[in-house]
């Protein structure tokens, strides 16, 4: 019976990944190995069971704890807009959430370093990425707003939640050259920024308006 539940699910997938895939071509979405990557990931396994038949709809979905997983969309903006200036060897994620945003990145840089906040979260994402046999990401229990300076600098660093301002401690973490991808703003909207360090300071692009979760502060 369960087998044939989740052939049930990779079926309907394969037809519905397509169709994803060719609208978020549509609504600009232009890097080749972003959109691979994203036709090849199960996005159904970061969700429960339950939305599992939504999972290929290009609209985020609660994932419990008040969070939700990014909408298709938003990933691969966001992921697009860290590898266009030439793809980052190490990326430190701020909120791993489902973890699916994290798998994309593992899939395309050579490590990922992500922090999450609430302690479930962090652990039924890396029981899924250990599931689909990720070997190059470390995850972190803690307050993202404090980065990970343990392995910085980072040369992409990628923020999932969204802060009122540039936490001081993230930009300090970016190394040379690199680039920060972050929605700012207020609780429910915010612009999507591509900050790059130069010398003496950073570059700032806006890309275009979002919709993320706020960045708290402190663990759960
Ligand atoms: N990329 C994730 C997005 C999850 S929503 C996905 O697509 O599944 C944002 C996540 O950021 C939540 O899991 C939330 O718990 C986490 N978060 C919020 N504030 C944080 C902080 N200060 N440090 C680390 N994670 C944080």
Redesign the pocket.
Known sequence: MLDRLDLGIGMTSRRTRERLIRRLGAAGIRSPEVLATMRDLPRHL?VDEALASRAYEDS?LP?G??????QPY??ALMTQALLEPGRPDTVL??????????AVLASLVRRVYS????RE?LER?QRRLRTLQTRNIRFRH????LGWSEYAPYAGILV??A?PGVPRMLAEQLAPGGVMVVPIGGQTRQMLLRLTRVEGGFEQEVLEPVS?????????
Not at 93 to 102: A, D, K, V
């Open positions: 970061f985020a994932i704890y008040g969070q939700t997983i990014s938003t990933v994620e701020i909120g791993t959430g489902s973890g699916f945003q994290t922090v999450e906040r609430v979260l994402a803690a307050d993202g707003n999932t939640a802060p993320f979760v706020p960045l708290l502060t402190g663990v759960r």
